[in-house]
């Protein structure tokens, strides 16, 4: 199944798409603002106060809410991690790699924070969930850094393979590999994707995760807490390194920085897909050139539409999401109802699956699919499910159909839940009821280009606005777009605007750039 990816680069973010044969998969919002914390950053933070009843403790890391730090996140080689942080601090640790130097006992499995932890402790610590609602960051003490092929892990000594890769044969020449080139004083987690790979390719990605924790060891020396000491690089380049796959054919960009930067990656990281990449230079933009406008609206609803008049409704409370399944005005093509229940199911499995990747719901969903007494249909549902989940980056269970019919799923979430408004007020009455006719927008919007042409001298001019209002323009003989452009001896193009509301319109230059009346 072929695989695209559409990065547009906003004003306040930038936004990459998954189409699967131009359907849309996944949509990621990256904001641009500095500021805000991401899921693996690491920070140099300071133990605010500690929390007994929770075994937990709260730290300052420059952040408008403190982080929460659990004692199970501390990881059983924090003794090592913290005398570490301590001697670099205050420079008596010279050397990134003296790592086993620094060796302390593990830390115990059940023990508790205040004896480890007290007030003004200096901690390194690494995001694992970003702020959500009401909630600070949760930070854990285990850092550990990400390649395309290998996971970094400081003060370990564990070699790992991910359980995807099911050859016994190829997980111990993956071992053997590492153990080889790994220094000392470091584990490893050997990713997927480092299935059948040279050794070149692993000693390349292992370099480079140890060239940055090497800037972490620079940075360390002399800091004063809060700081931020390391950014998870490019979070564009990121997403790409965990998507890219096979599957991925195309990668559209309509930004010339961020075409170059992503060039430059694949150049030197995956060689074999530089090719794939292209610039976008028209004036529409890359989200209306890919009706990925149009998916938005339709796919972030409370109600979303399935084939043949079924549908899904998504309720997100503070506990748990849940979904709904209804045949709605389907007609019953089969002889039973059971045998319609399970046709519905089915369908509804994919769209719930999509779902979730697409609003990226963590937490608790509960599903309430369609009832149905047969034993065997409600496995193939459960089967069916987990098949369309399998693609799901983020670590997730399923449990089987309850007494009630209810599916169970938990999503791992470290980050807030994506809304997208789908319902817009008028913009003319603010939610009054009443809005001026029209008619109007059509006198207004001659008048202004009647202006543009006479005293702004302007020749080529593009109009944007809703679809509704560019069909009309162009609908009959001789449309208002022929009769406009011959009036004023103008060049008129008519662009349509799927993320505009019905009586907004704005006038554009040969450059596409906004003109200002």
């Not at 499995?109 to 480890?116: A, N, Q, S, Y």
Request: net charge positive; with cysteine.
């Amino acid at each position: 199944m072929n695989t695209e990816l559409v990065i547009q680069s906003a004003k306040e973010s930038i936004d990459i798409v998954v189409l699967k044969e131009g359907r849309l998969m996944e949509l990621h919002q990256l904001p641009l603002n500095k500021n805000v914390c991401s899921v693996f950053d690491i920070y140099l933070a300071r133990v605010k106060r500690i929390a007994s009843s929770l075994n937990a403790a709260f730290l300052d890391m420059g952040q408008d809410k403190d982080a929460f730090l659990h004692y199970h996140d501390l990881g059983p080689y924090f003794n090592s991690s913290r005398n570490y942080v301590h001697n670099t601090i205050n420079k008596k640790s010279t050397r990134w790699n003296q790592l086993k130097a620094d060796f302390k006992d593990n830390l115990a499995k059940d023990g508790l924070m205040d004896e480890v932890l007290k007030k003004d402790d200096i901690v390194l610590v690494q995001v694992s969930k970003e702020p959500i609602s009401t909630k600070g960051p949760r930070v854990v003490a285990e850092i550990s850094l990400a390649g395309r092929y290998l996971v970094l892990v400081p003060f370990s000594n564990r070699i790992s393979v991910s359980q995807k890769i099911k050859d016994e044969k190829e997980k111990k020449r993956l071992v053997r590999l590492i153990k080889s080139i790994v220094p000392d004083g470091f584990g490893v987690v050997i990713r997927t994707v480092a299935k059948n790979k040279k050794v070149i390719d692993l000693d390349t990605d292992l370099r480079n995760l140890i060239r940055r924790w090497m800037d972490v060891h620079k940075k360390l020396k002399g800091s004063k807490p809060p700081k931020l000491i390391s950014v998870e690089r490019s979070k564009v380049l990121s997403l790409l390194r965990d998507s890219i796959n096979e599957h991925v054919t195309k990668i559209s960009i309509d930004n010339q920085t961020l075409f170059d930067e992503v060039k430059h990656y694949l150049q030197k990281h995956i060689p074999e897909k530089e090719s794939i990449v292209s610039l976008h230079s028209t004036k529409k933009s890359l989200f209306s050139l890919y009706n990925i406008e149009k998916q938005i609206k339709t796919s972030f609803g409370k109600s979303v539409s399935m084939k043949k008049g079924a549908y899904l409704v998504i309720e997100h409370t503070e506990a748990m999401h849940v979904i709904d399944v209804n045949s709605g005005n389907r007609t019953n093509k089969h002889d039973t109802q059971e045998e319609n229940a399970l046709e519905v199911n089915l369908q509804a499995a994919a769209e719930v699956a999509r779902q979730l990747r697409l609003r990226d719901m963590g937490g608790i969903i509960v599903v309430d699919f369609i009832d149905m007494y047969s034993a065997e249909n409600r496995k193939k549902l459960t089967e069916t499910l987990k098949e369309h989940m399998k693609d799901d980056r983020a670590k997730h269970k399923i449990l089987p159909p309850s007494r009630f019919g209810l599916i169970e799923i938990t999503r791992q979430r470290v980050r807030p839940q994506i809304t997208i408004k789908t319902r817009e007020s008028c913009p003319s009455c603010n939610g009054s009821g009443e809005i001026e006719a029209p008619i109007v927008l059509i006198d207004q919007s001659k008048e202004k280009l009647d202006l543009l042409a006479t005293h702004k001298s302007v020749k080529n001019i593009t109009l944007k606005a809703h679809p509704f209002v560019v069909a009309f323009l162009k609908n009959g003989f001789p449309s208002f777009q022929m009769k406009w452009s011959f009036k004023n001896r103008v060049i008129l193009y008519l662009e349509e605007d799927d993320s505009g509301s019905l009586l907004s319109y704005t006038f554009l230059d040969h450059l596409g750039k906004k003109i200002l009346i």
